[in-house]
């Protein structure tokens, strides 16, 4: 069975060999199956429901949008996943699909799992329209401005619009959608402004480097869970 490899990623440390024990893997983690048999770019989510170490891994049974079950007993899978900082990759082979008492599958407990440490710095493209908030302007003032780049430290915001000083501190607030089931995350940061520069080629956008303040662990979380799959090939989660 060949075994993939995590997409590569700017600002991620070398690949290396992973224990399972060493992932730290804690029931309804999130996991991304992708059949042997399936159309390129096609995967599926689904949760950890149990396992039994050296045996099997129980995951529940993923559905397409179709509500069809997309896996069969024998199937080649690749799972990937994030836990923690590490960016996780193996091969499995569904073993047994069971529907009752509610449907679950059984996939062959891993051999040989891959994985990438990613640095916290870690940034990504995205396109994502924001509101900006500056005390300057008054407390019910929101400016529009479009996030062009993204970390869990800060974003890049481009904007025709003044939104501030160097050293002023406002407030950043957008969405952003992640899998499973198109869980919303409305996320509202403090933040400096580090760096201004201009376009010159595109109409006079203004290009704002804003540094988050004291984000909270949970979004913290959920947002480097975005950006890992911004960077990890998965489809771009846009603002809606």
Not at 108 to 129: D, H, M, T
Not at 151 to 160: A, C, K, N
Not at 170 to 179: E, G, N, S
Not at 187 to 213: K, P, S, T
């Amino acid at each position: 069975m060949t075994e993939p490899e995590p997409s590569p990623a700017a600002g991620a440390h070398s690949l290396r060999t992973y224990r399972f024990d060493e992932l730290r893997l804690q029931i309804d983690h999130r996991l991304q199956i992708e059949p042997a048999s399936a159309r390129a770019g096609e995967y599926f989510y689904t949760k950890l429901i149990g396992y039994l170490k050296g045996s099997s891994l129980i995951i529940r049974l993923p559905t397409s949008w179709k509500g069809t079950v997309p896996l069969g007993e024998g199937d080649t899978v690749t799972v990937r996943g994030f836990s923690g900082r590490i960016a996780y990759v193996f091969a499995s082979e569904v073993l047994k699909i069971r529907y009752a008492p509610y449907p679950y599958c059984h996939l062959r407990f891993p051999q040989l799992i891959q994985g990438k440490e990613i640095r916290k710095a870690v940034r990504v493209s995205v396109n994502i329209p924001a509101r900006v908030t500056n005390l300057r302007n008054g407390p019910d003032i929101g400016l529009e401005a479009t996030i062009s780049n993204l970390s869990v430290q800060g974003v890049q915001l481009d904007s025709t619009l003044p939104l501030g000083e160097l050293g002023d501190t406002i407030t950043v607030a957008f969405r952003f959608w992640i899998q499973p089931n198109d869980y919303e995350v409305n996320f509202n940061a403090a933040g400096v402004i580090q760096n201004i520069h201009q376009d010159e080629e595109a109409n006079g956008i203004l290009h704002y480097g804003i540094r988050f303040q004291n984000v909270r662990t949970t979004e913290s979380l959920l947002l480097q869970h975005f950006i890992y799959e911004n960077m990890s090939g998965l489809p771009l989660l846009f603002a809606r």
